[in-house]
């Protein structure tokens, strides 16, 4: 998968503060906001997991190794 170069550590930042005053402008509050980012860190984690499990199943290795070292 290419990233965009933008998305180097400072873009990553600008990226952030731009969605996050995009929110607020469209009247998001804070709590909506942390349950979005909330829901967006568990589709990440579960993006790796599963990364993880299909790395493991193409070593051959048991599927619940593969979850536990997640």
């Keep these: 998968m290419m ?3 933008m998305l180097d550590n400072k873009g990553t930042k600008i990226l952030a503060k731009s969605l996050f005053k995009e929110l607020r402008g469209n009247g998001y ?16 984690t579960q993006d790796l997991r599963d990364a993880n499990a299909a790395a493991a199943a193409r070593r051959g290795e048991p599927q619940d190794e593969a979850v536990a070292s997640a």
């Design 3 to 5: 990233v965009p170069t």
């Design 29 to 44: 509050s804070a709590n909506q906001i942390l349950g979005l980012t909330t829901e967006l860190i568990d589709l990440v």
